[in-house]
Nanobody, 113 residues
Framework: QVHLVESGGGLVQAGGSLRLSCAASGSIGVMGWYRQAPGKERELVARISSGGSTNYADSVKGRFTISRDDARNTVYLQMNSLKPEDTAVYYC??????????WGQGTQVTVSS
């Protein structure tokens, strides 16, 4: 069973940057970053294939970059030009349609205006 630990969140002003990390206890394959804002459903914002191909939600395209380091079983999310509407708890896991790992605790990102 692969376990996921997200980190790197925090409080940042609008326009700032954060880099999130997702450390896995084993091999992970295709992965994604999700976020869940208060009162909203969890949404997939970025995904990366085993080969490094990436896809992004329109709301983050051009601002967020997902990457991976398979030697460390780690996936990253570089978030630039942050907006208050990016405030959410961020999680990593497989994209929809794949077997989900147990969800981690997530990491809180708060963007102040």
């Amino acid at each position: 069973q692969v376990h996921l630990v997200e980190s790197g969140g925090g409080l940042v002003q609008a326009g700032g940057s954060l880099r999130l990390s997702c450390a896995a206890s084993g091999s992970i394959g295709v992965m994604g970053w999700y976020r869940q804002a208060p009162g909203k459903e969890r949404e997939l914002v970025a995904r990366i294939s085993s080969g490094g191909s990436t896809n992004y939600a329109d709301s983050v395209k051009g601002r967020f970059t997902i990457s991976r380091d398979d030697a460390r079983n780690t996936v990253y999310l570089q978030m630039n030009s942050l907006k208050p509407e990016d405030t959410a708890v961020y999680y990593c896991n497989r994209p929809p349609g794949y077997y989900y790992f147990p969800w981690g605790q997530g990491t809180q990102v708060t963007v102040s205006s």
